[in-house]
């Protein structure tokens, strides 16, 4: 045999770096015998609306069928939220599986694909997984360059789509209409630009772009939601995209069949009626997140304004150790050097009772910490 078929994966593959999740409760217990709590993956810590957990009860009664593999009832429903057509709405396995669905219709070797430094992952997975070149901006004040990135589409004439979050992830930080408007006049009309807005629902209302009045102008824009943050259904995979009809028959062509389940389909359905739950959702994350944006600022530490359900907070070169040590105390947060700030962390809103732990262990370890640098500097 001339090669193992190790050798034959192509090195692009080969060289990819695995997504890192955040740690699993269960996990972080049964290895460090502590109670913990997960303040690291961004999810709704008030959990999915009862009238989810209902309707997957009924659903699952179903299971022994297929469930609709077009996803009518859903996308029906979506449409009409949005007022776009019932074929401008694409269902993903969360919003994960149509950022990569994206990038395998438009990339290939001698393509690139344009994104920010200090951006969700799985978009330079995704570009790099396809072969194309990848191209990362640096951002300015921990938020997305839009004027750089779109120099970057008019340096590279072959680049074929651009990867954007608003508001970002890891940062929290967000755009505004007219820095969007803006970008998408200098981006030429046959690049695609993903807009993931996974996060819009935390996002201060004042100056947010409305995405799907855009893409009435702009048929290039791919709008991405899904229903794992403010709907609460992070462990049901379900995500959606809102595009022009013929680049999303491309990438249904493409996806898993049956790729959405019956019992996330009807959960997703219920808890789009629950307006109640996600309102209450966005309400409750504004207050903790405005105290726990004042409590770790009280205890000397840099958070970003954020525009989402968790905080980025600079806190220099000891980050990832102060990490290792809340884990070891039950409070699971991200650390950032694997997304390319090693000096800082970012912490998932949580409920009241979390948001007060965190701030207590937190300033437990600091204040040990400044202990220590006192008695060693005597
Ligand atoms: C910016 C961004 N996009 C997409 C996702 C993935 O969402 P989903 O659960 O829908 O795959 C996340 C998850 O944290 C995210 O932060």
Redesign the pocket.
Known sequence: MAHTIEELIPEYIRGLPAYIPGRPIEEVERELKVHAIKLA??ENPIGPSPKAVEAVKKAVAESNRYPDGGTHLLRAKLARLHGVAVDQILMGL????I?DLAARILLTRGKTGVTSHGS?A?FSLAIRASGAELVRMPQQEFAFDLRAIADAVVAHPETRIVYL?NP??PTGTAFGVVELQEFLRRVPADVLVVL?E??IHYADRSHMPDSVQLFREHKNLLI?R???KVYGL?GL???YAIGDTPVLEAMNRLRTPFNLTGVSQAAAIAALDDAEHVNRSIQENAIERARLTKGVSALGLRPVRSHSNFIFIDIGPEAQELCDELLHEGVIVRPLGWMGFPEAMRVSVGVAAENDKLLAVMGRLLGKRAGKSEMASR
């Not at 969360?94 to 599986?97: D, H, L, Q, V, Y």
């Open positions: 993956s961004n969360g919003s994960s599986e950022i969700y799985p979050a970002n992830n993931d996974a996060y991405l899904t229903f794992s992070a995979r379900v995500g």
